[in-house]
């Protein structure tokens, strides 16, 4: 329904001609600094039609900067923002073919839900019959036909976040600019807006850039990852790509939790402290062997894996879906395991060990 009446708007901008192949927007070296304080180092990126890209990182690192740049709320220190083969820099955000839902939902308390929903195409000054229509599509779209009258006081989060989605989706934009909008939400309620978004994303076709602090919401959500530490873009990648091949420490130790193993890599091999040497491209010197906790084996398992070392347990948690270990290397180093079985105990001697397919090497 509503992507039928998408196709069949004459000015969508969702489906104007674009030249073949070339991305929705593309980043060049967009920087920015507030006086002096570099919150965006220059980065380059680009987001494909009918992404779902997520921003990740923590507090602070520039992901709210950023998005406020794609969305003509910032004006880049430095750098070309283009959308759809148009240089879009020095465009205000009403100029832009984006749309942007904030933090606080800004929903106007004075308006009905269905007066919230149209108000940009009021102020648009798109025909009285075809705002109504629109906003029935939306109010359908986000399932909210039992509080449309209402005031969005008389809401909880959860609704008023629906709205704030309407009233930007309403407007066709080509790409939804998403800033921590469940952040106000419990858990229970952020999951079952994480299933609304995909949802949504699908009946639209849409491209949604989508900023949060949470790695699992990202994951849950994204086709694609962008992760950011201190004003730089440090890896964009599928949320597999991220998470089993890891760009550097911080976004191996960012995204899920990572044991280390310290190495040193001579002439593309790196020497593991069993003596065991593995082949690894890259500049000599100090690294570190990354291994998910999930991906090592203990005891009999170990023996037969590609890497196998030997230790003892220090500490044993019961974790409900798995146990976690402790365990000390012969060679110092503690070593975190969860594993489905937990008959070891603290004091017990065992290998323990990984698969080459599961280990990844980065510069320490
Ligand atoms: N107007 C401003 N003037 C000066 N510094 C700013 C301004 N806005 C943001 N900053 C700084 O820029 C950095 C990035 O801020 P930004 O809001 O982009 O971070 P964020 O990743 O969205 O963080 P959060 O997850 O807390 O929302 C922070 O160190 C912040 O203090
Ligand atoms: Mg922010």
Redesign the pocket.
Known sequence: MLQRAIDSSPHSPITDAVPAGAPLVRLTGVAKD??G?Q?VHPLDMTIERGDFVSIL??????????LRMLGGFITPSQGRIEVDGVDVTALPPEKRATNMVFQGYGLFPHMSVRQNIGYGLRLARTPAREVAERVEEMVDLVQLGAFAERAPTALSGGQQQRVALARALIMRPKVLLLD?PFAALDLKLRKAMQDEMRRLHDAIGGTFVF?T?DQTEAMALANRIAV?EG?HLRQLGTAEEIYLHPANHFVSAFVGEANFVRAMRRNGRVALSNGLTVVSPGEDGDVEIGVRPERLMIGAPAEGADVCLRGSVTERLFLGAHVQYRVLTESGETLVANALEGHFSPGDSLRIGWNLADQWVVAS
Do not use: I, Q, R
Not at 57 to 66: F, I
């Open positions: 507030y006086n304080f919150a990182g923590p507090s602070g690192c520039g992901k709210t900067t950023l921590e900023v602090h950011m004003g």
